[in-house]
């Protein structure tokens, strides 16, 4: 594997833009979603998420519950965490 090192900063909105070479390395294209967990005052790693394996995986979670809560239960309780997002 390739070492790649490469700088970038933050926008005054806060936003980041990631190099061009790590996005090719990472094969991550325009509206790739990442989850962005700080380590330390120091660290923040990025995980490039897995989209269609996360759809999977709601969807066998939403399938084991369908017998136990009715949609509109799941929706009221999707909503109500939302809200306190």
């Given amino acids: 594997m390739e070492t790649i090192v490469?700088?970038?900063r933050?926008?005054?909105?806060?936003?980041?833009?990631?190099?061009?070479?790590?996005?090719?390395f990472t094969e991550s294209e325009s509206e790739t979603i990442f989850?962005?967990?700080?380590?330390?005052?120091?660290?923040i790693v990025l995980k490039k998420m897995n989209t269609q394996k996360l759809v999977s995986e709601?969807?066998?979670?939403?399938?084991?519950?369908?017998?136990k809560?009715?949609?509109e239960e799941i929706n009221d309780v999707i909503r109500k965490t939302r809200k306190k997002a």
């Fill in 6 to 8: 490469e700088t970038t």
């Fill in 10 to 24: 933050m926008s005054t909105k806060g936003q980041l833009v990631i190099p061009k070479k790590t996005r090719e």
């Fill in 35 to 43: 989850t962005v967990s700080p380590l330390d005052k120091n660290t």
């Fill in 58 to 67: 709601f969807q066998r979670l939403r399938a084991g519950v369908k017998n």
């Fill in 69 to 71: 809560f009715t949609e």
